[in-house]
């Protein structure tokens, strides 16, 4: 049974940062893509950064230059390190991780950023 575990996020002003932790427990066979979410209010889901067992990464345009994805595989962790945050960041972040076809997700962790 994969678990994932979300951590790390608050509430910081614009300009300020933070960083995620993803952990997920359960992992056996292969090391898993591992990738972050977010859904602010009344909108959709929608992929800010992912990262496959390689370590080959990928952005969604709003947050490239700011926030940074990596892993770590010995602890099957995943890491968002988002820098000079904006209000427009403010949403809840969800980490998901892929492994044998399927995917799991964390309960999300609230990111509020005050302008």
């Known amino acids: 049974q994969v678990q994932v575990v979300e951590s790390g996020g608050g509430s910081v002003q614009a300009g300020g940062s933070l960083r995620l932790s993803c952990a997920a427990s359960?992992?056996?066979?292969?090391?898993?893509?591992m990738g972050w979410y977010r859904q602010a209010p009344g909108k959709q889901r929608e992929l800010v950064a992912t990262i496959s067992s390689g370590g080959s990464t990928a952005y969604t345009d709003s947050v490239k230059g700011r926030f940074t994805i990596s892993r770590d595989n010995a602890k099957n962790t995943v890491y968002l390190q988002m820098n000079n945050l904006k209000p427009e960041d403010t949403a809840d972040y969800y980490c998901?991780?892929?492994?044998?076809?399927?995917?799991?997700w964390g309960q999300g962790t609230q990111v509020t950023v005050s302008s």
């Open positions: 998901k991780v892929t492994y044998t076809l399927l995917e799991y």
């Open positions: 359960g992992i056996i066979f292969k090391l898993p893509v």
